[in-house]
């Protein structure tokens, strides 16, 4: 008895120990979050700070209630559309004095995305008509090639004399996992259509597809061939081919000194410490003589943000955004939930007096069902005789597209990162895995289908034709989806589509998207087949407000200080891309075991933006335990 009372006690002090644990990180939470909140929405003359230690993103993702468990602080992602709005209101806003890009942590974005912000940077730079141009600083101690094309449209790029900048341009080894599935027993069953469906291939090859490989290649020259035509017309002056080409000689030449090898090519106009380019930022925005030197006068993004919210007057236009992995279900902001998308889009019509409709679109694809619900969802507004206009964003590939046929007319981005018409579906089974433990299966059945499938005993032939046959059939429905949208023959559509991605400017050739534009463009095509006048309209983004929580963490994320920076020289930076791989891994394996539908997803969209880590709220305690590991290791 002593043994169990003893136990006992152990187990209620266990308990109490985690009630109180967990009710102070919940007020230590709700503390940091109340003071990390921005001040009053009032802006003082001074330089536009754009510290983007994140990512750009088209929807920021909403933590889940046990993201506080992972141990870190989240990485903070910026909204295309504000990134952008906020510029274009420092083009002209007099207290703006100077737009300063800090882009030492900057986590990167979609090539569409960086080229729109590159755009909006670019006209503060020049003003309109080469008119009323502001400064526009940025620094680094060493640039990305993500920073790189926001920092080539400003008036003056400095860098960290101890930092230095190499291009590595779009590419790079991706993860085959067949060798390790064969070891481990796993028999992955495969059902697919298209040649260039290249996103079962790590589960079912050790390498890269000849198909996939031509798509790859084809779709990454396009857009390194942007990059390079994108920031050369920044900097014309500049010689970047020579660091793109023979990077070792060019350093070399410069005797190891990265930074000096960018200063002589142009790349950057000055090398110094912070403490000098906060200074020059000084020369030109003001400073507080009170305060030590290096000091100026500053106006933080959130406080801007907030002094300018977005207009609320004017005819009602929709804006429904489809953003993330497409997942059945409901899903939380960063991931496009079916269930929660097609509610927004119904409780949108329903509580709002909408004269038209922009569905914009920045998914890789996923679940098709959802893709399937999320359109049907649309057809709701067309029904109601609403116009819908697609714009999409960096990405809107495979069930992206498959939500997309649904529009009157499609707005994309030459980079935009597009097509991809396929599905497929992954069943993991594990006889083998069993049996090498000493492990069986048997049992009755009494039809082909009885226990099917099964996954201690594996599928049988019966099984495996019909999800096959299922998964074309899915195919051919999402061929006349496409065909009947943009007026093609389903032969012609079934040319083009086969898996294969397409950059945006490919896309708009073949017909599958078709005009050039953002947002804003998608929004007056809209307004205009409303028959209203475009300047007279207001945006009315159909989201559901974000939890209390996800607003705290936002919070927490944006008031952190400077010592959380993760900018460094070359080496950091493949510290940082340790983490990225692993992080990577982890997201595979979890969709290899919890694909629950046939799914119409982009492979080649993950490799060329930026790689976020698996979401903490939705994993499993074992899931947490590899991704801290993960962390630590990359570190």
Known sequence: ?????????????????????????????LFAGLNARPGPASVKDGALVLDLNGQIVEQPSEPGPLAALNGSAPVREYRLRDVVRLL?????????????????????????????????????RDGVGGKGGKPVLAY?????????????????????????????????????????????????????????KSFVEPYTRADQSPEAKEASQALQ???????????????????????????????AAAGGDIAKANLDAGIVDKLAERIEFDKRVGQLAGTDTKKPAGNFNTIKYDTYLAANPLPKSGDEIG??????????????????????????????????????LVVRVDSPGGSALASEKIRRAILEAKQQGLPVVVSMGSVAASGGYWVSTAGDAIFAEPTTITGSIGIFGIIPTFENTLAKIGVTSDGVKT???????????????????????????????????????RKMTPERVNEIAQGRVWDGGTARQLGLVDRFGGLSDAIAEAAKRAKLDPANVQAVYLEREPSWFAKLAAQLAAGGDDSDKTGGDVFARIS?????????????MQRLTRASSVQARCLECAGLGPVAAPETGDMTLLDMLVAKFAGKFGA
Request: charged content about 20%; overall charge positive; aromatic content about 8%.
């Open 1 to 29: 008895m002593k043994l169990v009372r003893g136990a006992w006690k152990i187990l209620v002090g266990i308990k109490d120990f985690l009630v109180l644990a967990a009710m102070l990180l919940f007020f230590g939470l």
């Open 88 to 124: 274009d209101k420092a083009r002209t806003d007099a207290r703006v004095k100077v737009v300063v890009l800090d882009l030492d942590s900057f986590g990167g974005g979609y090539p569409a995305s960086l080229t729109e912000v590159a755009d909006a940077i670019r006209a503060v």
């Open 140 to 196: 680094a101690t060493a640039y990305t090639d993500s920073g790189y094309r926001l920092a080539s449209a400003a008036s003056e790029i400095w860098m960290n004399p101890m930092g230095g900048t190499l291009f590595t341009g779009p590419g790079g080894s991706q993860l085959y996992y067949k060798g390790l599935i064969d070891k481990l027993g796993v028999n992955a069953h495969i059902y697919r259509v298209g040649k260039y």
């Open 221 to 251: 020259s396009v857009l390194f061939a942007q990059w390079k035509d994108q920031v050369a017309k920044s900097r014309p002056k500049a010689k970047f081919e020579p660091l793109l080409t023979t990077p070792d000689a060019v350093i």
């Open 319 to 356: 804006v429904l955004t489809v953003a993330g992995d497409i997942v059945d279900g409901k899903a939380r902001a960063g991931s496009a939930g079916g269930d929660t998308i097609a509610k927004a889009m119904l409780d949108g019509l329903s509580k709002h007096k909408l004269k038209a």
């Open 447 to 485: 039809t082909p289908l009885s226990g099917q499938p099964d996954v201690i005993g594996g599928t049988n032939a019966e099984t495996d034709r019909l999800l096959q046959s299922a998964i074309e059939h899915g195919y051919a429905q999402f061929i006349d989806r496409v065909s009947k949208a």
């Open 576 to 588: 940082s891309d340790h983490k990225a791989v692993l992080a990577r891994a982890l997201g595979d």
